[in-house]
């Protein structure tokens, strides 16, 4: 019997462990921990907006909670939330929107440098194409109008070596752009998403909420 008594006793001690929430001071300034639930009973502590606790017991009225310091006491239901306070969770919102900004100029910067190599070799790709184009119609128009066969020879293997160095910067060209083109994306879509999360995230976090009670 007297093991049953124990298995029981930790299984309901289990319980209680299993359903204990976090919640937080409200709005209020602060709030009174006391050692009861009765205005009369000792104070302990006075509580500011946005201290999380743990409810242990909750009443109608009052409910027995634990701070993170592992001190313990009683607070009127009135004056607490489950959700950190609007205020507290707005600063928090705009202190990582405000480090966002600051951190913005790298990837606004890489972004430019990578737009400014994009079109440079736009423009290095095009002026190759052209020579490739000329050296192309040289060597044609060598190869059907010259008689001297030595000097078609000599003049025919300097264009096949041009030509051949154009073909291979032609492909190197056209790597580097696709590189960049990539480089491109990635930093826009890095600029574009941060700037929608924490917009979007302000724009929850100041949403009308349910006027809470003041402090008594």
């Given at each position: 019997m007297r093991a049953i008594a124990i298995i029981l006793v930790l299984i309901l001690s289990g319980t209680g462990?299993?359903?204990a929430e976090t919640w937080?001071?409200?709005?209020?300034?602060?709030?009174?921990?006391?050692?009861?639930?009765?205005?009369?009973r000792k104070i302990t502590a006075m509580l500011k907006s946005g201290q999380s606790m743990e409810i242990m017991d909750k009443g109608e009225e009052w409910s027995q909670v634990r701070l993170p310091s592992g001190r313990e006491g009683w607070v009127l239901n009135r004056f607490i939330q489950e959700e950190l306070p609007?205020?507290?969770?707005?600063?928090?919102l705009q202190k990582k929107y405000n480090d966002l900004l600051s951190g913005a100029d790298e990837p606004l910067q890489k972004l430019k440098e990578v737009n400014s190599e994009n079109t440079h070799l736009r423009t290095e790709l095009a002026r190759t194409k052209r020579d490739f184009g000329a050296l192309q119609?040289?060597?044609?128009?060598?190869r059907e109008t010259?008689?001297?066969a030595r000097r078609i020879k000599k003049e025919r293997d300097q264009l096949s070596r041009e030509l051949a160095e154009k073909s291979k910067e032609t492909r190197r060209l056209k790597?580097?752009?696709?590189n960049t083109e990539k480089k491109s994306t990635q930093w826009w879509f890095i600029a574009g998403a941060g700037?929608?999360?924490?917009?979007?995230?302000?724009?929850?976090?100041?949403?009308?909420?349910?006027?809470?009670?003041?402090?008594?």
């Open positions: 462990l299993a359903q937080y001071v409200t709005d209020s300034l602060e709030i009174t921990l006391r050692t009861g639930p009765e205005l009369d609007v205020k507290i969770q707005f600063e928090i119609k040289s060597y044609k128009e060598l010259t008689t001297d790597t580097d752009l696709a700037v929608l999360f924490f917009g979007f995230a302000i724009g929850f976090a100041v949403r009308p909420r349910r006027k809470r009670s003041s402090l008594y």
